[in-house]
T-cell receptor, first 112, second 111 residues
Framework: EAEVAQSPRYKITEKSQAVAFWCDPI?????LYWYRQILGQGPELLVQ????????DSQLPKDRFSAERLKGVDSTLKIQPAELGDSAMYLC??????????FGPGTRLTVL | DAKTTQPTSMDCAEGRAANLPCNHS???????VYWYRQIHSQGPQYIIH???NNETNEMASLIITEDRKSSTLILPHATLRDTAVYYC????????????FGKGTLLTVNP
């Protein structure tokens, strides 16, 4: 069964450093999402792509976060500089034509 | 999107049916009710969704009241592997199908 791939699974970094996460969606899925999940809360949408275009980045802290999906396939989420409050699980999901979203295993970020 | 209200936690005995309620009294006519679950340290997993009619798949059944103000997710024979946080989400059709997660219900299935 096709799955959403994410790497790394775990990342420890010091504050003020740059960090990047990678996501490879299920083949053929045009829509890709990045979520952030703080411990004890539900996931929060950061950015949504339709192919290579951003359709919703209203909750993305644009002063330090950036996301790209240059060829409309895989995607990278970057944080620069990382802050202590960025410690969270970062989840990637993909979907086809607005149907159910398939989530990857996530990247757990710890900022020291 | 409709605000949903779920109990913080529930317990269920293994092998018994788990009935998870969700209130969505402000749901609009074109909003679907979606259910996802998240097992500890994993990404959320889609379970089922519906608009007006009751729905059933291999994982669960979804019962939506006639006035659409509430719904119940039913796991007919809960197993230990069903222990997870269950999220009920209102999703407006044509809105890029954005999911707005609340805190969900932690279902603990006990042996």
């Amino acid at each position: 069964e096709a799955e959403v791939a994410q790497s790394p699974r775990y990342k420890i970094t010091e504050k003020s450093q740059a960090v990047a996460f990678w996501c490879d969606p299920i083949s053929g899925h045009a829509t890709l999402y990045w979520y952030r999940q703080i411990l004890g809360q539900g996931p929060e949408l950061l950015v949504q792509f339709q192919d290579e275009s951003v359709v919703d980045d209203s909750q993305l802290p644009k002063d330090r976060f950036s996301a790209e999906r240059l060829k409309g396939v895989d995607s990278t989420l970057k944080i620069q500089p990382a802050e202590l409050g960025d410690s969270a699980m970062y989840l990637c999901a993909s979907s086809s034509q607005g149907l159910e979203q398939f989530f990857g295993p996530g990247t757990r970020l710890t900022v020291l | 999107d409709a605000k949903t209200t779920q109990p913080t936690s529930m317990d269920c005995a293994e092998g018994r049916a788990a009935n998870l309620p969700c209130n969505h009294s402000t749901i609009s006519g074109n909003e679907y009710v979606y259910w996802y679950r998240q097992i500890h340290s994993q990404g959320p997993q889609y379970i089922i969704h519906g608009l007006k009619n009751n729905e059933t798949n291999e994982m669960a059944s979804l019962i939506i009241t006639e006035d659409r103000k509430s719904s119940t997710l039913i796991l007919p024979h809960a197993t230990l592997r069903d222990t997870a946080v269950y999220y009920c989400i209102g999703v407006r059709g044509g809105s890029n199908y954005k999911l707005t997660f609340g805190k969900g219900t932690l279902l603990t299935v006990n042996p």
